[in-house]
Structures are given as C-alpha cells and as structure tokens.
C-alpha cells in the first residue's frame, strides 16, 4: 500500500511546533518567576553593540550559527564538505535527500547531513575545514554579531556542526580558544559519518576555563530562538539574545573588516552552493560540458580573427587595454623575442595574452600536467626551478620567440601578489609588465589539493568568464639589470609593484610553498 508522504509530515510538524512551544514557555516561566534576573541578565545584542572601549577580560561563549552566521541554513556547508571531498555523485545524493531532510528536526537533519557527506572519507585526506570552508564562512558572517564576539579578548563557539568544518574558521580567523562541538568517530583511518554523544556542557565548560586559563565570568550571546542556549545560560552574568528578525536586517560583514586577510583558499566552486544554485549547477552541467569542447577546439585550430568573436560569443569575455606609451616596435619580430611578465591567475593566462597580441608565444612555466599541455594551442616549455639551468633554457627559447612568464610560480584567487621570482630580470632588457585578472561565474579553473589535469576543463565549463588584459610600460633602460642601477631582486620588486598598482591588488612577500603548506599540507610538488 503507497505511503502518502504529506501524511506523514504532518506528524513530524506538529512534533516540532509542540517542543519548540515548550521550549519557549520555559524560557518565558523562567523570565516571568525571576523578573530582577531578566532584566539585569538577559539583553539584546543591540544594547551591547553600542558600548566603547578596549576589548572586555570576561569570558564570551557564543552560538556560531544563531549568534554569528547571517543564514540559517547549513546546507550549503554541507555542500562543499559533499562535492569537494567526495564528488559529484555525492553532492548529487546530498542534493536529492535534502527535501527529506527538512521533514526531521535540526538535530535528525544534521546527522543525516553528516552520514552522507563524510561517510567513507580519509581523515588524512580532510582540509576542507581550513582549505575551502573559512571563505564561505567569513561571506556569511553578520558584521553586528561580528562586532559583538571581537569585543571580547577570550572566545568560547558552540556549534551544531561537527568539530572538523567549523574549528579551522573559529581558531584561525576569530581567534577562538575553544570550540565546543561534536567530533566524528573514525575507523581505521576514515571517517564513518556518526558523531560522537554529545557531552554535558557544564562539564566541558569546566575544563575549558582551567586548561585555557580564562576569566570564569562567563557572558553569554546567542539566538532568543534557540532552546539550546538554556544549557548556556544559567551560567552567564550577561546574555545578549538576537531574534531571527533582527538578523534579517544584519549587514554581510565588508571584506576590509576581515580579522585577517582572505589569500589563499581551495575547492572548485565558486559560489556559494544554496539549494536552488546546486539546481543550477546540476542542470548546467550537461550543457557546460558540450559548450567546453566546442570553446576548447575554437581556441585550439581556429584562426586568432574567427576565434576570438567566437569565444566571446560563448560567454568568455575578455578586454585588452595598452599604453599608448609603449614603443611599438617591440611588438614586430626582433632577433631576440620580448619577455611579457605577469600575475598568474589561471593556467590559461599565456593563452590570453596570446589572443591579445594576436600572435603566438611561448608559455614558461613551473609546473603543469601533461594532459594540460597536450591540450594547450601553445607550445609550453618546462622548468626544473633549478636556476642555472632554467635560466639556460629561458634564454634559448627567448631566441625562437616572445615568452611569457609567471614569476610567482602558483596561481592566486584573491586581490593579492605572491613575491615574484627575479629570474626573468636576468633573460633581457625587453620586459613587458602584463596585469591580468579573470572572474568565472561557477567554477575556479585552479586548485591546490585537487586534480590539475582538470583546471582547464573547469574554466572552460563556467557559463560566463571575464579576463582583462593590461600591458603596462615597457620596462625603462634604467631598470633592468643590465644597466647595474638595480639588482634582480630590485627590478623583480619594481614590476610585481607597477602589476599591483594597475590591479588595485595588494604585494606579499608570500610564495608557493606557503600556499601549498596551508591549503594541501605538502610543498606543491607534482
């Protein structure tokens, strides 16, 4: 006999409409019989918010989700943890189960959540907590309850999700020093998607203080909403509550506020995957394949004059800018090519730059998979980043043609520079600075800890891409490193500060390594 799914939903409503009400009548029993403590204790976080001064010595322990987080909704979370540990597939199991996922409690619905995302994954393996989540997090954090939580020197975060998605965020970009949430049990290394039995807050909080040395004075801040806060409470000198409401009318939290710089960040999707911008995904994906080999074989046997209309036809748009100020002669053949230094933001950049001088070059680089250069239209030569050697074959090439070179040796998403390698300063006096930026629409076409062969294949299935091109001032006479006025290191500084000026990006003294390190816990070596 069929199950009529509506009957059943009813049940499970009413079930949560009727704890929720009870839950809400004890908050309001326990305010009603002890009127001086309500009044004295429980604030909304907009009184808190105006008050000035240095940051305060008590303890603040505070609800991530209902006291920090703008949304309510943690399915996008669980939605990177799906497609980029464990794939399409099971971001597609994740996608069809959610609608039967929300006829459960929170409680039911995140263990759910949790079975299907990281049932079978390697904890080895799992970066996703400090590679890919911090930026999602940080786009959705509220700047009102931002201001609340940085007010304070020493953070105690509870969180409904488990310890490996939250922790990385709240210990490396809040400063938090605990976090009070759930790990996942682990069996011979992998992950079997069961979270461990909650522990008894008190307990917990007890610990926290003697092992972190805090200030037992406790104030809490969290959702008026929440029944969980209960547990909190009765603990706390001061409790700052926001209604769901007054986080409608929350502010995102401005980039420039960041407590600390956004640079490097992982994983292949670059929106933010809610429930109905995973539709889109799903049904573009079919499409986006067709349209990357078409995009692909135009790139690859097609005329730079058919090519280019072609291309920004299928979305890839692009823009070309030039000083007026450059000689033009560096742009005819010469005995010895030009040497075209820029930023590197996908492997796709030589190719660009190619399509904006309408000619061929030669693209150099540090590392790239051979299915990546069997695919390129430009001949690609390999470097060993042994400088001696390099340098050699840099100079042999320079005399077939113009290069390009990427002297930051890995890709970065952000408004940022890496250093720049000062070999190119050593190859010729012809340097031509290139700035470069590209924005995709679905889908980064890099990636640290995941399959280079596949960059790409990604970017070319984006719907829509926009890159700019910008060729500065040729290099002056008085700054290469054949006058003897500046060192490499000097003239390597001096184009990665005229890139950043043109950009509106900021210069770091930070390299490849660094990025490899925190995003895929190895040195970048293939």
């Not at 979370?77 to 497609?83: G, I, N, P, Q, R």
């Not at 996608?95 to 409680?107: G, T």
């Not at 007054?246 to 490097?264: A, D, H, S, V």
């Not at 998979?369 to 042994?386: A, G, V, Y």
Request: glycine share 6%; with cysteine; proline share 5%.
């Amino acid at each position: 006999m069929p199950v009529n799914i509506f009957k059943l939903k009813a049940p499970l409503f009413w079930l949560r409409f009727l704890l929720k009400s009870l839950c809400h009548a004890h908050f309001l029993l326990r305010r009603i019989t002890c009127p001086q403590e309500s009044e004295s204790k429980f604030q909304k976080y907009s009184c808190f918010s105006h008050k000035q001064g240095e940051p305060l010595d008590a303890t603040l322990i505070f609800h991530m989700e209902e006291a920090l987080l703008k949304s309510s909704s943690l399915f996008p979370y669980f939605m990177l943890v799906a497609y980029e540990a464990g794939g399409l597939i099971r971001a597609l199991v994740l996608f069809l189960s959610y609608p039967f996922v929300c006829l459960f409690s929170k409680e039911i619905g995140i263990k759910i959540m949790v079975l299907i995302c990281f049932c079978g994954i390697k904890k080895a393996n799992y970066r996703l907590g400090r590679s890919v989540l911090p930026k999602f997090f940080l786009e959705d954090v509220g700047c009102e309850g931002f201001q609340v939580v940085m007010k304070y020197k020493k953070k105690v975060a509870v969180s409904d999700m488990p310890n490996v998605m939250v922790e990385g965020f709240l210990r490396d970009c809040l400063d938090v020093k605990a976090v009070v949430g759930r790990d996942l049990k682990v069996v011979l290394g992998y992950y079997v998607g069961l979270m461990e039995e909650k522990r008894d807050l008190n307990i917990v909080m007890n610990e926290i203080i003697g092992q972190e040395n805090m200030n037992p004075l406790l104030v809490g801040f969290g959702s008026a909403n929440k029944c969980l806060n209960q547990q909190i409470f009765p603990h706390c000198k001061e409790v700052y509550l926001v209604t769901s409401a007054e986080k409608t009318g929350w502010r995102i939290l401005p980039r420039g506020n960041y407590p600390k710089p956004l640079i490097f960040h992982d994983g292949r999707l670059a929106f933010r995957p809610t429930y109905s911008a995973t539709l889109s995904m799903f049904v573009w994906l079919p499409f986006g394949f067709l349209l990357s080999v078409i995009r692909l074989f135009v790139a690859s046997f097609l005329p730079y004059k058919v090519a280019i209309p072609i291309l920004a036809f299928s979305g890839m748009v692009g823009s070309v800018s030039r000083r007026r100020s450059i000689d033009p002669t560096i742009w005819e053949a010469k005995t010895q090519g030009v040497v075209y230094v820029s930023n590197h933001r996908t492997l796709l950049d030589p190719i660009y730059i190619s399509l904006a001088l309408m000619k061929p070059v030669i693209a150099v680089t540090y590392s790239i998979s051979r299915i990546s250069e069997l695919l390129s239209p430009l001949k690609s030569i390999r470097l060993t980043r042994d400088r001696a050697k390099d340098l050699k074959v840099m100079g042999e090439v320079l005399s077939h043609g113009n290069i390009v070179v990427c002297p930051e040796g890995t890709t970065c998403r952000e408004p940022y520079l890496l250093r720049f390698s000062p070999l190119f300063a050593e190859l010729s006096d012809d340097i031509v600075p290139v700035a470069l930026d590209s924005k995709v629409s679905m889908f980064y076409g890099t990636t640290a800890s995941g399959y280079k062969t596949l960059d790409p294949l990604f970017f070319l299935l984006n719907p829509r891409t926009i890159y700019t091109v910008n060729f500065l001032e040729k290099l002056p006479k008085s700054h290469a490193c054949t006058s003897g006025e500046l060192s490499k290191f000097e003239v390597a500084n001096y184009v990665q500060n005229g890139i950043a000026k043109a950009l509106g990006f900021e210069c770091t003294n930070l390299t490849r390594k660094e990025k490899y390190m925190l995003l895929a816990g190895n040195e970048g070596t293939l």
